[in-house]
């Protein structure tokens, strides 16, 4: 019996890396690993007792999700964001970690051969991929709103994954009105929302953006950046009712829930900022010494105005050159040609590892 569906797919890019891993990891200092973004300070101890309190959790959870996880993601939009008028009944849906919803969204919508489904020219991904699961054409695209043709569905990025770069109001408002205009639903991806650096990033569903109303928006929110909770498998969607209503009941029939334990994770997590400035500071420190390091070592670092990446170029080397180029001092990190092909030239340096590990990656640099 042959399967064919891996073959739709395009190829897992991390698999790639493996030789100049290999290389980085004979270091004698060992290796420094910034090639994924994945959190490795600890979870918020108010988060594990709310996980383990919540423990005994013997019946089925339900897709919907618990009334507390939803309310507390209301009320963050509303403190952090300034995202108002969400019903928590309506229009939110607790998620098995935002990759696995943004992976499944145009299968799980009905999108298919013949639809094409706009990702962004420099994109994360999974948009793509998600896109060649239900056989639809992805088209990346530097502005959604200047594409002419039929769509089904649009991804925005903001802080955008690899580049950090924070996407204007401006052109936020176009992209709604254009979404409007062609309905078109167009998916805000803001997991990296709450690190915004040289600038605040806006959500889609803020009301200067969508102007009060959530018609053709979807906003998806992530607790593994802003709570170190990448392994626990947390997050919402949010926005217009018509389409989270879809989204729930095919669901339903997936059998796709949050467990309930998580529910309560996600709750005491929401609730809570002070965790979540101490993170920030954690950042902020390991974004600055190794901006510092890399410059001085002649790299040019553009955009990064948020998220959790530097996106560096060095005018000797393209991305996969300059791959190697740090593989020789143990440093791995991932070549912006895995983004796509405006990546050509530049690499994606993660600010997740241990300040001991981002130190020693400084002092290869300066030697």
């Given at each position: ?83 108002t ?11 098995i ?9 145009p ?19 999974t ?8 056989r ?12 002419e ?7 925005l ?61 979807l ?109 020789d001092?143990g ?14 030239r ?22």
């Open positions: 019996m042959i399967f064919e569906t891996s073959s739709r797919l395009p190829d897992f890019p991390w698999d790639k890396l493996a030789p100049y891993k290999q290389k980085a990891a004979g270091h004698p200092d060992g290796i420094v690993d910034l090639s994924v973004g994945s959190p490795v300070d600890p979870v918020p101890e108010l988060v594990k007792k709310a996980l383990a309190d919540a423990a005994d959790a013997p019946a089925y959870p339900t897709t919907l999700g618990t009334a507390s996880a939803r309310q507390a993601a209301v009320d963050w939009m509303d403190r952090r964001l300034g995202v008028g969400v019903d928590p009944q309506r229009e939110v849906l607790p998620v970690g935002t990759k696995e919803l943004i992976m499944m969204l299968t799980l919508l009905g999108i298919g051969a013949g639809d094409t489904v706009l990702i962004p020219d420099l994109a994360y991904p948009y793509e991929a998600g896109a060649a699961l239900a639809a054409t992805s088209v990346p695209v530097a502005d959604p709103s200047a594409y043709g039929a769509v089904r569905v649009a991804y990025n903001s802080p955008r994954n690899p580049s950090g770069e924070i996407t204007p109001a401006a052109d936020l408002r176009r992209a709604v009105e254009w979404a409007r205009a062609n309905d078109v639903l167009l998916v805000s991806d803001e997991c990296y929302t709450e690190f915004g650096w040289d600038e605040k990033p806006v959500s889609v569903l803020h009301p200067d953006v969508s102007g009060g109303s959530f018609d053709n928006l906003a998806v929110h992530s607790l593994s950046k802003r709570s170190n909770l990448a392994g626990y498998r947390g997050g919402f969607a949010t926005g217009d009712p018509t389409v989270v209503a879809e989204l729930l009941e095919v669901r339903k029939h997936a059998g796709l829930m949050v467990p309930s334990p998580i529910q309560a994770a996600m709750a005491a997590a929401f609730a809570d900022d002070v965790h979540v400035e101490e993170q920030r500071g954690r950042y902020l420190r390991r974004r600055a010494v190794l901006r510092d390091a890399l410059t001085s070592a002649g790299w040019e670092i553009t955009l990064s105005n948020g998220g959790l990446y530097l996106w560096a170029s060095h005018p000797s080397y393209d991305a996969y050159g300059s791959v190697a180029a740090l593989a001092l440093i791995l990190v991932a070549p912006g040609a895995f983004y796509g092909t405006a990546g050509q530049h690499v994606r340096v993660a600010l997740t590892g241990t300040d001991e590990r981002i130190d020693a990656a400084v002092k290869r640099l300066e030697q």
